[in-house]
């Protein structure tokens, strides 16, 4: 250890004589390096002329000294200090720097260095096209302040980000963990895992290499239920219903654990109607409403004629949290032809007079339509044809059965000008009673 050795003081003949001057102890700077790879400690060594007891301080310029050890005499010149206790911090510009001083005053000085570790706000998140979640936080706020520093290593900042989820195995307390794979850009891209989960990002370096806790975002998935008739009237009002949920990541507990559970479901989630011609035509939107208290939806549409229908709840993003998107099961809702009216023009007649009657049904094509009878056995039977126009059409022929006959028209099915197709119909029983 270095001392100031002090030189014997001679008697020159006076007791006034000056004595000489102190003598260096440090025959070098302060040498830092990392003990090992796993960059848990620091080793710190020098170099002294006359071995004398040393005090080891961190220096920090604007910021009281911190006294990390006194080293004795007779020790070696070296201490091992933890990362921690040089308070590595998120501010990129601060510097520090290792004094060891000795009691008669000298000091060396190790090279400046920093102790950075990154921070991370909450990152930025956006769905991809393929269904995943990017993350993006600000890329690094400043330049090293002391480059190529005793500490420094030849490793950028990763980043890495860690999912916690309610699956097995548990390797964090109660909770299943997947660490993804490190980055050394601000940015990447979290596959559809399909489930929520709670997502954290760690920032490594060799100031932290188990990685910095930065926030992260909360992922949730979504399902949506359809019911709707299997068949309305042309033209008549068709009502589909459903509901939206929502499942995400709740921590509780100490140790922590990891549950799936149910989100709010308090209305004001967007919903998606979309039809399509046939099974293998596109998708197309039909209308759009909004989930009310219990994340049910309502939507009334025309029926134009057969089409398949689905509901989608689109993803969302909101502060940092991501929610996916999901999509009903298809539902097809055919389309019968609407009978208006099938009646007789006088349902009473008298013998040898013609019956007249009449149909009216939407679509209004030039369907042919059969109308039929019951017969003496109670069994429908044929009776004539009438080609509609503009779907309307009226027919006389002969009658002579005294007293009530029931009859009815059946019409054939049709296409709409979309394209759409309109499934066949009897029209109700309606009667002529001759007298």
């Given at each position: 250890?270095?001392?100031?050795?002090?030189?014997?003081?001679?008697?020159?003949?006076?007791?006034?004589?000056?004595?000489?001057?102190?003598?260096?102890?440090?025959?070098?700077?302060?040498?830092?390096?990392?003990?090992?790879?796993?960059?848990?400690?620091?080793?710190?060594?020098?170099?002294?002329?006359?071995?004398?007891?040393?005090?080891?301080?961190?220096?920090?310029?604007?910021?009281?000294?911190r006294q990390l050890r006194i080293i004795?005499?007779?020790?070696?010149?070296?201490?091992?200090?933890?990362?921690?206790?040089?308070?590595?911090?998120?501010?990129?510009?601060?510097?520090?720097?290792?004094?060891?001083?000795?009691?008669?005053?000298?000091?060396?000085?190790?090279?400046?260095?920093?102790?950075?570790?990154?921070?991370?706000?909450?990152?930025?998140?956006?769905?991809?096209?393929?269904?995943?979640?990017?993350?993006?936080?600000?890329?690094?706020?400043?330049?090293?302040?002391?480059?190529?520093?005793?500490?420094?290593?030849?490793?950028?900042?990763?980043?890495?980000?860690?999912?916690?989820?309610?699956?097995?195995?548990?390797?964090?307390?109660?909770?299943?963990?997947?660490?993804?794979?490190?980055?050394?850009?601000?940015?990447?891209?979290?596959?559809?895992?399909?489930?929520?989960?709670?997502?954290?990002?760690?920032?490594?370096?060799?100031?932290?290499?188990?990685?910095?806790?930065?926030?992260?975002?909360?992922?949730?998935?979504?399902?949506?239920?359809?019911?709707?008739?299997?068949?309305?009237?042309?033209?008549?009002?068709?009502?589909?219903?459903?509901?939206?949920?929502?499942?995400?990541i709740y921590q509780s507990g100490r140790?922590?654990?990891?549950?799936?559970?149910?989100?709010?479901?308090?209305?004001?989630?967007?919903?998606?109607?979309?039809?399509?011609?046939?099974?293998?035509?596109?998708?197309?939107?039909?209308?759009?409403?909004?989930?009310?208290?219990?994340?049910?939806?309502?939507?009334?549409?025309?029926?134009?004629?057969?089409?398949?229908?689905?509901?989608?709840?689109?993803?969302?993003?909101?502060?940092?949290s991501a929610r996916y998107g999901s999509?009903?099961?298809?539902?097809?809702?055919?389309?019968?032809?609407?009978?208006?009216?099938?009646?007789?023009?006088?349902?009473?007649?008298?013998?040898?007079?013609?019956?007249?009657?009449?149909?009216?049904?939407?679509?209004?094509?030039?369907?042919?339509?059969?109308?039929?009878?019951?017969?003496?056995?109670?069994?429908?039977?044929?009776?004539?044809?009438?080609?509609?126009?503009?779907?309307?059409?009226?027919?006389?022929?002969?009658?002579?059965?005294?007293?009530?006959?029931?009859?009815?028209?059946?019409?054939?099915?049709?296409?709409?000008?979309?394209?759409?197709?309109?499934?066949?119909?009897?029209?109700?029983?309606?009667?002529?009673?001759?007298?």
């Amino acid at each position: 250890m270095l001392t100031h050795s002090l030189a014997m003081l001679g008697l020159l003949g006076s007791l006034g004589a000056t004595p000489p001057a102190p003598v260096d102890i440090f025959a070098g700077g302060v040498r830092l390096a990392w003990a090992d790879t796993t960059y848990e400690n620091i080793r710190i060594t020098w170099t002294e002329a006359t071995p004398a007891p040393n005090t080891i301080t961190f220096e920090r310029p604007g910021l009281p000294d911190r006294q990390l050890r006194i080293i004795p005499a007779d020790a070696p010149n070296e201490v091992l200090i933890d990362r921690w206790s040089l308070v590595p911090n998120g501010d990129p510009a601060a510097v520090g720097r290792i004094v060891v001083s000795e009691p008669m005053g000298d000091e060396a000085r190790s090279a400046d260095f920093d102790r950075y570790i990154r921070s991370t706000p909450s990152p930025s998140l956006a769905f991809t096209a393929d269904g995943g979640l990017r993350w993006t936080v600000p890329p690094e706020p400043g330049t090293d302040t002391t480059p190529n520093d005793p500490l420094d290593v030849d490793q950028p900042l990763r980043y890495v980000p860690e999912l916690l989820l309610d699956e097995l195995p548990h390797t964090v307390m109660d909770c299943g963990q997947i660490r993804l794979p490190a980055t050394t850009i601000p940015s990447g891209v979290i596959a559809n895992r399909n489930k929520p989960y709670s997502m954290i990002l760690r920032t490594v370096n060799e100031w932290n290499p188990g990685g910095q806790y930065n926030p992260g975002a909360e992922v949730a998935t979504t399902s949506i239920t359809l019911t709707a008739p299997a068949s309305t009237p042309y033209g008549a009002t068709t009502t589909l219903t459903g509901t939206v949920s929502s499942r995400w990541i709740y921590q509780s507990g100490r140790p922590p654990a990891c549950q799936e559970v149910d989100g709010w479901q308090g209305g004001g989630d967007q919903v998606i109607l979309q039809a399509r011609n046939s099974s293998a035509g596109p998708w197309y939107v039909v209308g759009l409403t909004k989930t009310i208290e219990g994340g049910k939806y309502t939507f009334a549409v025309r029926n134009p004629g057969a089409r398949e229908y689905r509901t989608v709840v689109p993803a969302s993003i909101g502060g940092n949290s991501a929610r996916y998107g999901s999509t009903s099961t298809v539902k097809l809702v055919k389309s019968t032809t609407r009978v208006v009216s099938a009646k007789f023009i006088q349902p009473v007649i008298p013998y040898g007079t013609k019956p007249q009657a009449y149909l009216w049904v939407d679509p209004a094509g030039s369907q042919r339509a059969a109308l039929q009878f019951k017969n003496a056995s109670g069994a429908w039977q044929g009776l004539t044809w009438k080609s509609l126009y503009a779907g309307r059409g009226l027919i006389a022929f002969n009658w002579y059965r005294r007293g009530a006959t029931q009859f009815r028209w059946w019409v054939p099915g049709s296409t709409t000008s979309t394209g759409l197709k309109v499934d066949p119909v009897y029209s109700g029983t309606f009667s002529v009673t001759i007298r």
